[in-house]
């Protein structure tokens, strides 16, 4: 595929020399929703706390909750796309996912959390209900205990406002989904001590196939009480329910890297139409019931001292009825099967303790911290399996519609297959020798415990390793106050994977990995309203699949290497960009196979570009336009690379005019076209052996052409 001229390339670089002399101007009164606000100052970076994004020896990447609205977001996975290091790898349908950053696999808790709490990633998210998403790219497990190479993914929940807040806002979708969407926030009391942010959402409609159907709701609310001018404590509770069925299902294929797998031929075809009926079924797919409790205490003990208490409890029901099309051939010809063996039920309790503060050693500053956080993981799965397989062969170039299957399958029930508890204990310090020098060092000690169980009872796993560390250790160097350089190495042992339903040591998890880091960096302020990151990076990690002998073991390691350049703010006062372009050379090394040895790993294109353009004109007050562009290069969709999925690029196109009604009360009038060009791909390729489909590769089609319209209201 010819490459595109990155749309970075379009960015008028000089005009940033002229804004750094162009005086700050303070406005009063209530912000327009509309107006842009994509540079993320600080995030929250667990026991280390809030942290300046261009001090922070770390490439982070902040999703700003001003993006996400003039994006018109829904969820999780639409958010993520406008991140370069980010790819979305869907399992057992389009929110079942794992997040996964610089080219390694997610896991199911490690990786995702809420306000810095562990959370399950494989359900599914209401975009509604956050403020932003803040993402750690590479390892972070002196930071967070055991954590995978994936990065870290934090969503922030809104939060209570100081100010009152009545917004309303309903959308359409084409294909026929309206959204209802109510936000409420502000505070109460004789001296404002109670706060609170509501936040309630309806989405139902058929989808871009027809007979598809969508039907979502949420209901979540967070609410603080300031107790004293020095301690805040806060409550977050929410139930979120999406229902989606009709969708294109995944599409299995083989790939032939051991010549025992059952469908040896058959490789990855054409992309297909996923507006057309017949990919997947009418009233198969994915009904996701999340449910979330969380609180926290926050208290400032004054001269730099403050303590966090967190904890979470959430659980997380998957109806799992989607479809897969296994290919037996390289003609198309497929069989269909209904519903998932994946887990489908889990829970999870999370905690946090952290105490920060300054302290004067040797005539040099010290920020400290020490703390605690870790969770419990329990997993459930079904006595039978609810696979049901239709009768007869079909082909991609005729898809069929099958005869509606709306019968719950016999489960048998649940028993408890697996148990993960992690504890870890942090100490950190960054150590400033002046204005310019600094290092950074932060340790964790872990405890893990891993049990699985058949569905007899029978016991097939117990693995226990305590004191486990994982350091990070960073130079920060700022030549002058807009730049800072950073050099980063890490080291961090990570929950060893579980093995897929259908494998012979089902359930068993992995013994602990460790991966290892290397980093370095350098993030520009060309003006406090426009950052510039740039980075390089090379990270290892066991590699573990399914091999002929249906056995889930380690096989080698992933090694990728890579580098960032990620922009994000105002190029000029009516011009915003927000995103980057990231390269990564992602091979497995020591197989011990020559088919698959130094092979590109499956799904990680070499290439990636998500760029979003914001112009707001001062000559059209209110008037905005945007242009967003997402773009990959080839991916390999084998292990033997025999097979590869082409690179593709996508453009959206949007315009938004926010208008005063009725002296400062707001409208804002938004309209976009997702992937304008109608294109066909792939938007996520992996390896079976993570989604439950062993030995095979699974592959999920991108969105077609899809408008977006909505009209929000302050009161």
Same mark, same amino acid.
């Given at each position: 595929?010819?490459?595109?001229?990155p749309a970075l390339?379009?960015?008028?670089?000089?005009?940033l020399?002229?804004?750094?002399?162009?005086?700050?101007?303070?406005?009063t009164?209530?912000?327009?929703?509309?107006e842009?606000?994509?540079?993320?100052d600080?995030?929250d970076?667990?026991?280390?706390?809030a942290?300046s994004?261009?001090?922070?020896?770390?490439?982070?990447?902040?999703?700003?909750?001003?993006?996400?609205e003039?994006?018109?977001?829904y969820?999780v996975n639409?958010?993520?796309?406008?991140?370069?290091?980010?790819e979305v790898?869907?399992?057992?349908?389009?929110?079942?996912?794992?997040?996964?950053?610089?080219?390694?696999?997610?896991?199911?808790?490690q990786s995702?959390?809420?306000?810095?709490l562990?959370?399950?990633?494989?359900t599914?998210?209401?975009?509604?209900?956050?403020?932003?998403i803040?993402?750690l790219?590479?390892?972070?497990?002196?930071?967070?205990?055991?954590?995978?190479?994936?990065?870290?993914?934090?969503?922030?929940?809104?939060?209570?406002t100081?100010?009152?807040?009545?917004?309303?806002?309903?959308?359409?979708q084409?294909?026929?989904?309206?959204?209802?969407?109510?936000?409420?926030g502000?505070?109460?009391?004789?001296n404002?001590?109670?706060?609170?942010?509501?936040?309630?959402?309806?989405?139902?409609g058929?989808g871009y196939?027809d007979?598809?159907?969508?039907?979502?709701?949420?209901?979540?609310?967070?609410?603080?009480?300031?107790?004293d001018p020095?301690?805040?404590?806060t409550?977050?509770?929410?139930h979120?329910e999406t229902?989606?069925t009709?969708?294109?299902?995944?599409?299995?294929?083989?790939?032939?890297?051991?010549?025992?797998?059952?469908?040896?031929?058959?490789?990855?075809p054409?992309?297909?139409?996923?507006?057309?009926?017949g990919?997947?079924?009418?009233?198969a797919?994915?009904?996701?019931?999340?449910?979330?409790?969380?609180?926290?205490?926050?208290?400032?003990?004054?001269d730099?001292?403050?303590?966090t208490?967190?904890?979470l409890?959430?659980?997380?029901?998957?109806?799992?009825y989607?479809?897969?099309?296994?290919?037996?051939?390289n003609?198309?010809?497929?069989?269909?099967?209904?519903?998932?063996?994946?887990?489908?039920h889990?829970?999870i309790g999370s905690?946090?303790?952290?105490?920060?503060?300054k302290?004067?050693?040797?005539g040099?500053?010290?920020?400290?911290?020490i703390?605690?956080?870790?969770?419990?993981?329990?997993?459930?799965?079904?006595?039978?399996?609810?696979?049901?397989?239709?009768?007869?062969?079909f082909?991609?170039?005729?898809?069929? !519609?099958?005869?509606? +299957?709306?019968a719950? #399958?016999?489960?048998?029930?649940? %028993? *408890?297959?697996g148990?993960l508890?992690?504890? @870890?204990?942090?100490?950190g310090?960054?150590?400033?020798?002046?204005?310019?020098?600094?290092v950074?060092?932060?340790?964790?000690?872990?405890?893990?415990?891993?049990?699985?169980?058949?569905?007899?009872g029978k016991?097939?796993?117990?693995?226990?390793?305590?004191?486990?560390?994982?350091?990070?250790v960073?130079?920060?160097?700022k030549?002058?106050p807009?730049l800072?350089?950073?050099?980063?190495?890490?080291?961090s042992?990570?929950?060893?994977?579980?093995?897929?339903?259908?494998? !012979?040591?089902?359930n +068993?998890?992995?013994a #602990?990995?460790?991966?290892?880091s %290397? *980093?370095?960096?350098?993030?520009?302020?060309? @003006?406090?309203?426009?950052?510039?990151?740039?980075?390089?990076?090379?990270?290892?990690?066991?590699?573990?699949?399914?091999?002929a002998?249906?056995?889930?073991q380690?096989?080698g390691t992933?090694?990728?290497?890579?580098?960032?350049?990620?922009?994000?703010?105002d190029v000029?006062?009516?011009?915003?960009?927000?995103g980057g372009?990231?390269y990564i050379?992602?091979r497995?090394?020591?197989?011990?196979?020559a088919?698959?040895?130094?092979?590109l790993?499956?799904?990680v294109p070499q290439?990636?570009?998500?760029?979003?353009?914001?112009?707001?004109?001062?000559?059209?007050?209110?008037?905005?336009f945007?242009?967003?562009?997402?773009?990959?290069s080839?991916?390999a969709a084998?292990?033997?690379?025999?097979?590869?999925?082409?690179?593709y690029?996508?453009?959206?196109?949007?315009?938004?005019?926010?208008?005063?009604?009725?002296?400062?009360?707001?409208?804002?009038?938004?309209?976009?076209v997702?992937?304008v060009?109608d294109?066909r791909?792939?938007?996520s390729?992996?390896?079976g052996?993570i989604v439950?489909?062993p030995?095979?590769n699974?592959a999920?089609?991108?969105?077609?052409?899809?408008?977006?319209?909505?009209?929000?209201a302050?009161?």
């Amino acid at each position: 595929m010819k490459r595109l001229i990155p749309a970075l390339a379009l960015i008028p670089f000089p005009v940033l020399a002229q804004q750094a002399s162009l005086p700050n101007v303070e406005v009063t009164g209530i912000r327009d929703p509309a107006e842009p606000h994509y540079k993320t100052d600080k995030a929250d970076i667990g026991p280390l706390g809030a942290q300046s994004l261009q001090d922070a020896p770390e490439s982070i990447t902040a999703v700003p909750e001003s993006l996400m609205e003039n994006q018109q977001v829904y969820t999780v996975n639409d958010t993520l796309r406008y991140l370069p290091s980010v790819e979305v790898r869907d399992q057992q349908g389009f929110e079942v996912s794992r997040p996964q950053s610089r080219g390694f696999m997610g896991s199911i808790v490690q990786s995702t959390r809420l306000d810095g709490l562990n959370i399950i990633g494989t359900t599914a998210i209401a975009a509604e209900d956050l403020s932003g998403i803040n993402v750690l790219n590479g390892l972070a497990g002196g930071l967070y205990g055991p954590e995978p190479a994936a990065g870290v993914f934090d969503y922030q929940t809104k939060k209570p406002t100081d100010a009152p807040l009545m917004r309303f806002t309903e959308s359409y979708q084409s294909g026929g989904i309206f959204t209802e969407h109510a936000d409420v926030g502000g505070r109460a009391g004789d001296n404002d001590e109670f706060g609170y942010r509501v936040n309630v959402a309806h989405g139902q409609g058929e989808g871009y196939v027809d007979n598809s159907n969508f039907n979502r709701t949420l209901a979540s609310g967070t609410f603080d009480w300031r107790v004293d001018p020095s301690t805040t404590i806060t409550l977050h509770g929410s139930h979120y329910e999406t229902n989606s069925t009709g969708l294109p299902g995944s599409i299995v294929y083989d790939g032939g890297a051991t010549p025992t797998k059952t469908n040896s031929s058959s490789v990855l075809p054409a992309a297909i139409d996923p507006t057309r009926p017949g990919y997947g079924q009418q009233g198969a797919g994915a009904d996701l019931t999340t449910d979330t409790g969380m609180a926290k205490i926050e208290h400032d003990f004054g001269d730099g001292w403050t303590l966090t208490l967190g904890g979470l409890y959430q659980n997380a029901q998957r109806d799992l009825y989607g479809i897969t099309n296994t290919l037996i051939d390289n003609k198309g010809d497929y069989t269909v099967t209904k519903n998932f063996t994946a887990v489908p039920h889990f829970d999870i309790g999370s905690n946090e303790a952290y105490l920060n503060g300054k302290v004067a050693l040797f005539g040099l500053e010290n920020d400290v911290t020490i703390g605690t956080n870790g969770f419990t993981n329990g997993q459930y799965s079904y006595h039978n399996s609810i696979a049901k397989n239709f009768t007869g062969t079909f082909n991609l170039a005729n898809p069929a !519609v099958l005869p509606i +299957q709306s019968a719950i #399958p016999a489960t048998g029930g649940e %028993y *408890e297959s697996g148990r993960l508890t992690e504890q @870890s204990i942090i100490t950190g310090d960054t150590i400033h020798f002046d204005d310019q020098w600094a290092v950074q060092g932060v340790l964790s000690t872990s405890f893990l415990h891993e049990k699985s169980w058949a569905a007899t009872g029978k016991q097939t796993g117990n693995d226990k390793q305590d004191g486990a560390v994982s350091p990070t250790v960073s130079l920060i160097y700022k030549p002058i106050p807009a730049l800072t350089t950073y050099a980063t190495f890490a080291q961090s042992i990570e929950e060893g994977d579980q093995a897929p339903a259908g494998t !012979v040591n089902a359930n +068993q998890f992995m013994a #602990p990995y460790r991966d290892r880091s %290397y *980093e370095v960096g350098a993030k520009y302020a060309l @003006s406090d309203r426009f950052l510039v990151t740039v980075d390089g990076f090379r990270i290892t990690r066991p590699s573990a699949q399914t091999l002929a002998d249906n056995v889930f073991q380690v096989v080698g390691t992933q090694r990728n290497w890579g580098s960032e350049l990620f922009v994000q703010g105002d190029v000029t006062h009516e011009f915003s960009v927000y995103g980057g372009v990231t390269y990564i050379d992602a091979r497995l090394e020591g197989t011990g196979n020559a088919a698959t040895n130094n092979k590109l790993v499956v799904g990680v294109p070499q290439f990636k570009e998500d760029v979003v353009l914001d112009l707001h004109p001062d000559l059209t007050p209110g008037l905005g336009f945007t242009a967003a562009v997402h773009s990959e290069s080839a991916r390999a969709a084998t292990d033997t690379n025999n097979s590869s999925a082409p690179g593709y690029a996508t453009v959206d196109l949007g315009v938004r005019y926010s208008t005063a009604v009725m002296t400062e009360h707001h409208a804002v009038f938004r309209f976009q076209v997702i992937n304008v060009s109608d294109t066909r791909y792939y938007a996520s390729i992996a390896d079976g052996n993570i989604v439950g489909s062993p030995g095979a590769n699974t592959a999920y089609s991108g969105a077609p052409r899809t408008f977006e319209a909505s009209i929000e209201a302050d009161y």
